[in-house]
């Protein structure tokens, strides 16, 4: 048997086959060019035109953007250095109020402890001498009460039961 003609005949169809795969692959092909070619008109029409406007708005507001930026830049560092020079004028305030809380605790420290040793002093120089020298005259004076009170109970001849309580 001759199998030549069945191989002819076979490699035909897949020929054929392969050339109508081709076909149809031209055909999605030229099918998905005109839609991309619709797509890129679209895109043409549409985004390019938007896009241009942002670029000129890019382009035009530029120099604006650049003049925010480096003045939002000298803000922030004048901000910076006041900030600064601020603290530092409060740390200063600070420590001269302390200084002074410091010296005012010390006066009164030393006015306290003058006023107690002039109270101590007043008490040993003045108060005791008086209060010696009261009880130096109500001594003279119940002394002299008790002389003058016993001649008069002489006189009377009545003796006084606070007197005799007294001896």
Not at 15 to 32: C, D, F, K, N, P
Not at 115 to 123: A, G, I, K, N
Not at 127 to 135: A, C, E, Y
Request: overall charge neutral.
């Amino acid at each position: 048997m001759d199998y030549l003609p069945i191989f002819i005949a076979v490699t035909a169809a897949a020929v054929v086959i392969q050339a109508g795969i081709l076909v149809a692959m031209y055909l999605a092909v030229r099918q998905s060019a005109a839609r991309m070619e619709t797509l890129a008109e679209e895109v043409r029409t549409k985004v390019l035109p938007a896009a241009e406007i942002g670029h000129a708005m890019l382009v035009q507001f530029r120099p604006h953007l650049e003049t925010l930026v480096t003045n939002v830049s000298e803000s922030s560092t004048m901000v910076r250095t006041q900030m600064e020079r601020l603290d530092a004028t409060i740390s200063d305030a600070i420590d001269r109020t302390r200084l002074q809380v410091i010296r005012a605790d010390e006066l009164l420290n030393r006015t306290l402890d003058r006023v107690e040793s002039t109270t101590d002093l007043v008490h040993k120089t003045v108060v005791s001498p008086v209060r010696q020298l009261s009880g130096l005259v109500q001594g003279i004076t119940s002394g002299v009460e008790f002389l003058i009170g016993s001649k008069r109970r002489q006189r009377n001849g009545v003796p006084v039961p606070q007197d005799e309580m007294f001896i």
